[in-house]
């Protein structure tokens, strides 16, 4: 009886051991798709890759790292949405094989991690700034000509009088006074009454 009992309580304690193990397997993230998907072929090399996974996962310690025929091709840190990653690839990526080895955090806190492989047939368009350059000259049939320089207006002053004007002017203003300064004190001096002798006014008859 008492056997009986210890192997019913072995057997509960490994079933409990059990289901708590599938429990924790469960709760860990994973890789439910991807963009391109794993050993497929582009056209071109893709502007991003996307992974899916079956959970939201942390930013922390979510990685993505993209390598090529030229090394690595990833820009910049991944950008989370949800339940997808999204690397963005550098323009000009040439032609050949690609691998995309990822790392993601999942909501309980654990790391899972993976490798998946693509092929791009032709390499990604160049930077829009490279391939729009503006020519600094225009070309003709007689040679290269150029826009012609524009030059400057001569700047001119309203009212302006040559040099030594203001200081002949000052002068001539200066003489005017002088004179009319002695006009008027001749004008007072042949004005003012002239004064007669005690002597001559006692011969008056």
Known sequence: MWRLRGLL???????????????????????????????????????????????PVLPLGTAIVVTGPAGQVQSGAPVLAGNTVTERLRPGAPAGSYTVTWRATSADGHVVSGQLAFTARSASPAPEATRTATPASTSTAAGTTSAPAVQAAPVTTANASPAGTAGQGSSLWWVAGVVAAVLLLAFLVARRPRSTPDNERDHRP
């Open 9 to 55: 309580a072995i057997a509960l304690t490994m079933t409990v051991l059990l289901m708590g193990s599938a429990t924790a397997a469960q709760a860990h993230d994973e890789l439910t798709a991807a963009s391109p998907a794993d050993r497929s072929s582009t056209a071109v090399v893709p502007a991003r890759v996307t992974l899916t996974f079956a959970e």
